[in-house]
Structure formats: structure tokens, C-alpha cells
């Protein structure tokens, strides 16, 4: 079964995935195996591998084989450009930053990085990228044109764009280590526009399982948290509390 079909499976019958996101510029191959494992025990579903910057070529490399050795969840790729990918992962975001003002992060990189990932054989699960305020590190390295937390008729636009570009799933992006992550009445906006077959991940500045919860109960698919995992000393525990929250 591919990665996609595996995370759609787990919506359908537990409500929800948690997704682990580590970036690779943030500690070395060997410690991401270790919050890997963590995730894994706590009870993650899949590990995404990315950043906006410094998160390129061998460091990533490194970092999916040391996750790979370490724990048995898929890796995936969150690339912030064709420099962020790696054969050595299972499956790709392949996702185009939907507001960007820059084609290179529109459809570019994409360019580059479609043969590499064709002849790696790495799974690419299409997916819009939309960047919400205040949008952080991933905002401003991708030029978007940042979408205000209270026009969420703007996300909904984008969403619609994307389910009829025939993309699966659409990540709404508050920018890691946001202050506050993307509103409830934006994703639940999006959700009713979109239907149940496109899926929406949320992510950016998601801390406990509180946040966690009422976005899943607005209408998310799927909850990333990144920045808690490198802020906690129990890693394991902090996820249990995030994947407790979400899943029904
Ligand atoms: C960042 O959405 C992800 O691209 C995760 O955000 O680091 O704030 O959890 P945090």
C-alpha cells in the first residue's frame, strides 16, 4: 500500500493522522532518529522531513536514512525547494505553493525535482501549499502573498483552485512556530467547499492537544506539529497528548 492510501486508511477509521515534521537543519541525523523513535512510540503516524532553509541536499539525506534506521513509519519529504529531496525517503509532498508570488515555488522547483523523484521511484502525494498569516520562515523564503486570518473566503478560494487542479491534499500553513495557528472557521470554511475526498492538513504554531482537537473538529484531515517536538524534553508524551486529542 502506498503512503497516501495508508494515511487516507487511518482518516477513515481513526478521524484523523498526526504527522511528526522534523527539519534537518534543527539537530544532527542521529537525534532525529531519536525524536523519530519517540514519535513513533507516541503514536505518530508518519514523519515529514523538511524546512524552509538550510534543510538541502546531504543533510537531508542523512537525516531520512538515520530516521529510516531508527523507527518503521514512512518518511516523507516536505521540500522547500527540488534541494530538499531524497531518494532514501518513501513519499514526497509534491506541493506547489499555491500564493506565492514566485514561480519558483510555484512551479519550477516542481520542474526540477519531477525526474528525480520519477527515477527514484519516491511516492509523490499532490498536495497545494497555502500560507496563512503570519507565515513565518516558510512565508517569506516562499514570497507568498500571505492569506488573512480573517478573509478565510481567500483559503476557501485557493482550496476550490486546488481540488480543480486535480490536487489531493491541501496543507493550510501558518508558518512553523506560529504565535497562533490557522483560525477553526478557516479550516471549517475550507472543508465545507472542498467535501471529504480532498484532504486538508493543518500546521504552524500547533502546540497541545487542545489547538489539536478543535481543528480536527473543524474539518482537518490531518494535524503537523513540528516545533513542540524539538521544544519538550518527553517527546514521546507530547505526541500522546496530540494523537489522544485527535483521534475518535
Ligand atoms: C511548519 O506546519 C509546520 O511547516 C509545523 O509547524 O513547527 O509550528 O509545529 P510547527
Known sequence: MGVEEHLNKIVEKEGAVHLTLIDPDTQIP?????IAREAELGGTD????GGSTGAL?????????AIKASCDLSVILFPSSAAGLSESADAVFFMSLLNSRDVNYITTNQAIG??????????PISMAYIVIEPGGAAGWVGDARLIPRNKPKLAVAYSLAAKYLGMHYIYLEAGSGADKP??????????????????????GGIR??????????????MIC?????????????????????IKS
Open 182 to 203: 490557522v483560525p477553526v472557521e478557516m479550516v471549517a470554511a475550507v472543508k465545507k467547499a472542498i467535501g471529504k475526498e480532498t484532504k486538508i492538513i493543518v500546521g
Open 46 to 49: 508518519a514523519i515529514m522531513v
Open 208 to 221: 497541545d492537544g487542545t489547538a489539536a482537537r478543535e481543528r480536527v473538529a473543524a474539518g482537518a484531515d
Open 30 to 34: 542521529e537525534v532525529a532518529g531519536k
Open 57 to 65: 541536499g546531504a543533510t537531508v539525506d542523512q537525516t531520512v536514512k
Open 114 to 123: 519531477a525526474p528525480i523523484v520519477y527515477k527514484h521511484g519516491i511516492e
Open 225 to 245: 506539529t513540528g516545533t513542540i517536538v524539538e521544544e519538550v524534553e518527553d517527546v514521546k508524551g507530547k505526541i500522546e497528548e496530540l494523537v489522544r486529542a
